[in-house]
């Protein structure tokens, strides 16, 4: 079992995070979200890396690249739906898959001329009609709801990749957000000295970097099952999205302590990281519900580990 990404994809995960500095970086979020019409912008940048001639389903680098990409994104708070695109089904010709829970069914795809397709957690897989917003960019962080129209139930070996991926974006903020904290710690003085000399904030930013690292080792073991068309790729998919969920509670919570007031204030790129990745937090289940459906299909078996022969089971 090798779970380190390639040097290919490492390399094209830099890229991308030089190319979206180079197009603004965090002023990407705060204009679009000023004029939603600019989310666009991110497509075009993101097209002249070849990102949407990702092929992830049928090349283990792509799907490699794809996940380092999603990082990248995340990094930046990159207002647009890059996991979602990435996951799109082979077999339909849309523009992208998002995953959807049964009841109010919704996705961060407001202001886009896309075209969707859904698969909920069930499998059954649905054409999607994009709902006007209810809200503005700034209230909603571009989530708006779906109409689903049901289209069959072959969408159970979407599911894991269309997991996974937005666990790799929420990785790249989780990321973001601990070297924006470290660095806030380093500059920012009480009672004389700077605060990372303080043992209970270094003990605070252990924890968050423990929670990161470990979302990093799950989210390669997750992509390794993928590639390897594991039995138990769902499975390990639910896992990896129940730590993430679990971690970035934690990272957060960190984060917004050490920052203080200023990590609320606009001014602030850990801000516009919180609030962005409440929908990847939210949907398509919530950190309860997501363990409870891991623990359904679990059952008593368990999950097979990082550290278990990859064919018991």
């Given at each position: ?56 389903r ?5 799907l ?32 992208g ?140 998919a ?26 609320f ?15 990847l ?27 278990s ?5």
């Amino acid at each position: 079992m090798t779970i380190e990404l390639c040097a290919e994809a490492t390399e094209y995960g830099k890229q991308a995070v030089r190319a979206l500095r180079a197009a603004g970086g965090d002023e990407l979020v705060r204009w679009a979200e000023r004029e939603p019409a600019r989310r666009a912008l991110v497509a075009t940048v993101l097209g002249e890396l070849g990102a949407w001639e990702l092929e992830p389903r049928r090349d283990p680098v792509e799907l490699e690249a794809a996940a380092a990409l999603c990082r990248s994104t995340g990094y930046w708070a990159t207002p647009y739906p890059v996991a979602e695109r990435l996951a799109r089904p082979v077999d339909s010709d849309v523009d992208g898959l998002v995953v959807v829970s049964d009841d109010e069914p919704a996705a961060a795809v407001a202001h886009l001329d896309l075209r969707w397709a859904a698969v909920t957690l069930d499998g059954s897989r649905g054409s999607v009609v994009v709902r006007p917003p209810g809200a503005s960019a700034r209230e909603s962080a571009f989530v708006t709801a779906l109409e689903v129209s049901p289209v069959d139930t072959g969408g159970g070996a979407d599911l894991a990749l269309a997991l996974v991926l937005p666990c790799w974006t929420l990785l790249g903020m989780l990321d973001r957000a601990v070297e924006l904290t470290r660095a806030h710690v380093l500059v920012r003085e009480q009672f004389g000295k700077p605060l990372a000399e303080f043992q209970s904030v270094q003990f605070q930013l252990t924890d968050a970097e423990v929670e990161r690292r470990g979302v990093d080792m799950l989210a390669r073991y997750a992509l390794w099952s993928i590639q390897a068309e594991h039995g138990d790729a769902l499975i390990d998919a639910l896992a990896l999205r129940s730590a993430t969920l679990e971690a970035a509670e934690a990272v957060f919570r960190v984060a917004h302590q050490l920052h203080g007031a200023l990590g609320f204030c606009d001014e602030s790129p850990l801000s516009w990281l919180s609030r962005y990745s409440l929908p990847l937090r939210r949907l398509p289940l919530g950190s309860v519900a997501t363990e409870d459906l891991l623990a359904r299909l679990a059952g008593r078996r368990g999950l097979t580990g990082l550290f278990s022969d990859p064919g018991e089971g």
